[in-house]
Each structure stands twice: as structure tokens, then as C-alpha cells.
């Protein structure tokens, strides 16, 4: 397709999330970075930053000894800002979606399954819960806890947490911008 039409901006943008799922980054980026340098598709402009995040996560996950090999914890795990980053991880890991709202942590946790399993990607896992369950397993279990709110609500979010969440064995990682939804 790429013969016939090296114009198509979405083109290049799929075959970068196609990349970046085989984890060769460096051809996602290079085929991200034509996808936005076409200028064609709005809601491109986020990618750059997206992927930085990304990369530095699974990067982090990969280095970090997680007694639970490979759990992920998304506090505030609901909004626009987490979905990206859930579905491009639940391929490879165990999810937790968290929210103040269990109903919407669960409702959510149905929903990017469901997106998944209809694209035909088998998942670990994605389970919604509060956060307060979100904070409790990985204390108890170890792993890397997303914080994944707008920067406004950051420390009220963390804030209630910190003790549980002050162990070696948790890492903490804030997505710090909201993403422009598709």
C-alpha cells in the first residue's frame, strides 16, 4: 500500500503502532515521525510525546524487578489519558485500572478488553478496580503505578498514598499532559 499511495498519512501511523507492538522502536518512530511530518492528520501531534512515554515505560518495566513479573497499576485509570497507554501494554502485561469510582475502573477494564479481543490481540489481563484496591495489591505485590490524571489533580491523587506507595519495590511514573482523543 505504501507503493501505491506514499502520501497517506495513515498509512505510516498504523504501520507504527505495528512497530511499536513488535517492539522495534526505532522504526516506529521513524514512521510516526512521516506520519506527522505530512501534516495530514490532525490528532498525530500528540505521537512524539505518546511514544517518549511509552518507550519509557515498557523500558522501565523491563528493567525493574517486579515480584509480580509485570503488573501495571493506572491510578485514575478511566480517562483519555490512560486508554492509549493501557492498550498498547495489556498485550504484555497484567493490567489494574483504578478509579475513585470502581464502576467506571471495571466499566472501563469490559471496554478496552472488548476493543482488544475484536482486533483479535490476545491480553494478559485488565481488571478495574478502586484505587484504594489499585494501591493495596501493589504494595503488597510490587510493580510500576501510573499515575494517570491531569497535572491539576496529581497530588491529590498521590497524596493519600504515599506511605503505602513508599517501598523499594514500587516505581511510580506520572503521564504529565492530556492526550488529543482520535
Request: glycine content about 6%; overall charge neutral.
Amino acid at each position: 500500500y505504501l507503493d501505491i499511495n506514499p502520501q497517506n498519512a495513515e498509512v505510516y501511523y498504523e504501520l507504527g503502532v505495528s512497530y511499536f507492538r513488535a517492539d522495534k522502536y526505532d522504526e516506529a518512530v521513524d514512521n510516526w515521525a512521516k506520519a506527522v511530518s505530512m501534516k495530514r492528520l490532525p490528532y498525530l501531534a500528540f505521537i512524539p510525546r505518546q511514544l517518549r512515554n511509552l518507550v519509557e515505560i515498557r523500558t522501565k518495566i523491563k528493567e525493574r524487578d517486579t515480584k509480580d513479573g509485570g503488573n501495571v497499576y493506572f491510578l485514575g485509570g478511566t480517562g483519555d489519558i490512560a486508554e492509549d497507554f493501557i492498550l498498547m501494554l495489556a498485550p504484555k502485561y497484567k493490567i489494574y485500572i483504578g478509579s475513585r469510582k470502581p464502576e467506571e475502573a471495571i466499566a472501563k477494564a469490559k471496554e478496552l478488553s472488548a476493543i482488544l479481543e475484536k482486533a483479535g490481540i490476545s491480553i494478559v489481563g485488565i481488571e478495574g478496580m478502586h484505587n484504594d484496591k489499585i494501591v493495596e495489591i501493589a504494595s503488597q505485590q510490587g510493580g510500576i503505578v501510573i499515575s494517570a490524571v491531569p497535572v491539576q489533580f496529581l497530588l491529590t491523587t498521590l497524596m493519600p498514598y504515599n506511605e503505602k506507595l513508599d517501598t523499594p519495590h514500587v516505581l511510580i511514573i506520572s503521564l504529565r499532559y492530556t492526550l488529543i482523543k482520535r
